[in-house]
T-cell receptor, first 112, second 115 residues
Framework: AQKITQTQPGMFVQEKEAVTLDCTYD???????LFWYKQPSSGEMIFLIY??????QNATEGRYSLNFQKARKSANLVISASQLGDSAMYFC?????????FGTGTLLAVQP | DTGVSQDPRHKITKRGQNVTFRCDPI?????LYWYRQTLGQGPEFLTY????????KSRLLSDRFSAERPKGSFSTLEIQRTEQGDSAMYLC?????????????FGQGTRLTVV
């Protein structure tokens, strides 16, 4: 069965520092996609970054990068130069057939 | 605004009443998804449509829940005889058919409170 595990319920980071949010996954599929979403207190899920299982390079989108280690089945999100506006819930997700399977999320608090 | 929109944003209802939510996806997206999110959890898949066809339903979708997408554009999610356990955020998302650009884009959700 497909499963996403996020073991960090909450994280603190100082403004302008980098932070890594952990995500491990379990799947028997050969081809799959991994996503990270940000959910601020307003509730909307905001797409951040995507990594395909056959992509040879780690995905990057501005200050977001995905540290993809296929053998370890991990897809950690790295946020560089944290900003106060980065404070939110962060969800890792995996595309399984035609739907997304989400983890339980990590609450990130950026401190000034 | 060309994103996914949901209406209403908040709904308070008495137990036993019926409620209906609406979702307008991004216009060129042919897939539409409904998810439910309870406090402290990630979103859980409920159902999805490709155009007007409902192709998959989760076991979470009891017979009190029904979703439609009559013309392949907007969708409605109806909950009949609401229960307190239905209190949650209901999220709608849309995407293109699978491919590199198949990221799902979400609306702001409808927060349902059953009292």
């Amino acid at each position: 069965a497909q499963k996403i595990t996020q073991t960090q319920p909450g994280m603190f980071v100082q403004e302008k520092e980098a932070v890594t949010l952990d995500c491990t996954y379990d799947t028997s599929d050969q081809s799959y996609g991994l996503f990270w979403y940000k959910q601020p207190s307003s509730g909307e899920m905001i797409f951040l970054i995507y990594q395909g299982s056959y992509d040879e390079q780690n995905a990057t989108e501005g200050r977001y990068s995905l540290n993809f280690q296929k053998a370890r089945k991990s897809a950690n999100l790295v946020i560089s130069a944290s900003q106060l506006g980065d404070s939110a819930m962060y969800f890792c997700a995996m595309r399984s057939t035609n739907k997304l399977i989400f983890g339980t999320g990590t609450l990130l608090a950026v401190q000034p | 605004d060309t994103g996914v929109s949901q209406d209403p944003r908040h709904k308070i209802t008495k137990r036993g009443q019926n409620v209906t939510f609406r979702c307008d996806p991004i216009s060129e997206h042919n897939r539409l998804y409904w998810y439910r999110q309870t406090l402290g959890q990630g979103p859980e898949f409920l159902t999805y449509f490709q155009n007007e066809a409902q192709l998959e339903k989760s076991r979470l979708l009891s017979d009190r829940f029904s979703a439609e997408r009559p013309k392949g554009s907007f969708s409605t999610l109806e909950i009949q005889r609401t229960e307190q356990g239905d209190s949650a955020m209901y999220l709608c998302a849309s995407s293109l058919v699978q491919g590199r650009g198949a990221e799902a884009f979400f609306g702001q959700g409808t927060r349902l409170t059953v009292v």
